[in-house]
């Protein structure tokens, strides 16, 4: 179930992108209350503070 859109949600990062990190982030990304803005791993990390993904 896809919970409404809030007006300010909880930016949330994951920290390790290996399979529990990429299952934690295809979790999040459709959550209304939080928005999901950061992944970091050893090699890297990706920033946004407008969201990494996008569900239209």
Not at 24 to 53: C, F, H, S, T
């Amino acid at each position: 179930m896809i919970i409404d859109k809030v007006k300010n949600p909880i930016q949330v990062g994951v920290l390790g992108f290996g399979g529990l990190g990429q299952a934690a982030a295809r979790i999040l990304a459709p959550k209304g209350e939080m928005l999901w803005v950061a992944a970091a791993d050893r090699k890297g990390y990706a920033y946004n503070e407008q969201g990494l993904v996008r569900l239209v």
